[in-house]
Nanobody
Framework: QVQLVESGGGLVQPGGSLRLSCAASGSIFSIIAMGWYRQVPGKQRELVALITSGGSTKYVDSVSGRFTVSRDNAKNTVYLQMNSLKPEDTAVYYC??????????????WGQGTQVTVSS
C-alpha cells in the first residue's frame, strides 16, 4: 500500500503564503502523478493542481498564477506553494497520488488532509 503524509497547513492572513508538502511511502514501484485537491463543507472535492512524473502540470483556473505545484521524484514528495492567498482558498487540502504498488497494480491514494484557513 501507499501512505501519504501531508504537512504545512495552518492559518494565514489574506495575501500571505503557505507551502504544503506530501511524502509518499510504501511498496511503490512507480508514481504516475501526484496532486492536491481541496474540499469545503457542503461542496465536492475539487482538483487544485497536479503534476505528472514527467513534470507536466495542471491547475484549476482559480489558483493559476498564484499556486505552484512541484515534485521531488527521488523523495516521492509533492509540494504546493500557495501565494497571494484569498479567503476563498480556505479548505481542507488533500494530497493524492496515482501510484503503482508491487503486487497490487495502479491505485489511487489519499492523504488525511490538512486545514488551510485564510482569514484576517
Amino acid at each position: 500500500q501507499v501512505q501519504l503524509v501531508e504537512s504545512g497547513g495552518g492559518l494565514v492572513q489574506p495575501g500571505g503564503s503557505l507551502r504544503l508538502s506530501c511524502a509518499a511511502s510504501g511498496s511503490i514501484f512507480s508514481i504516475i502523478a501526484m496532486g492536491w485537491y481541496r474540499q469545503v463543507p457542503g461542496k465536492q472535492r475539487e482538483l487544485v493542481a497536479l503534476i505528472t512524473s514527467g513534470g507536466s502540470t495542471k491547475y484549476v483556473d482559480s489558483v493559476s498564477g498564484r499556486f505552484t505545484v512541484s515534485r521531488d521524484n527521488a523523495k516521492n514528495t509533492v509540494y504546493l506553494q500557495m501565494n497571494s492567498l484569498k479567503p476563498e482558498d480556505t479548505a481542507v487540502y488533500y494530497c493524492n497520488a496515482a501510484a503503482g504498488v508491487a503486487g497490487t497494480g495502479v491505485g489511487d491514494y489519499w492523504g488525511q488532509g490538512t486545514q488551510v484557513t485564510v482569514s484576517s
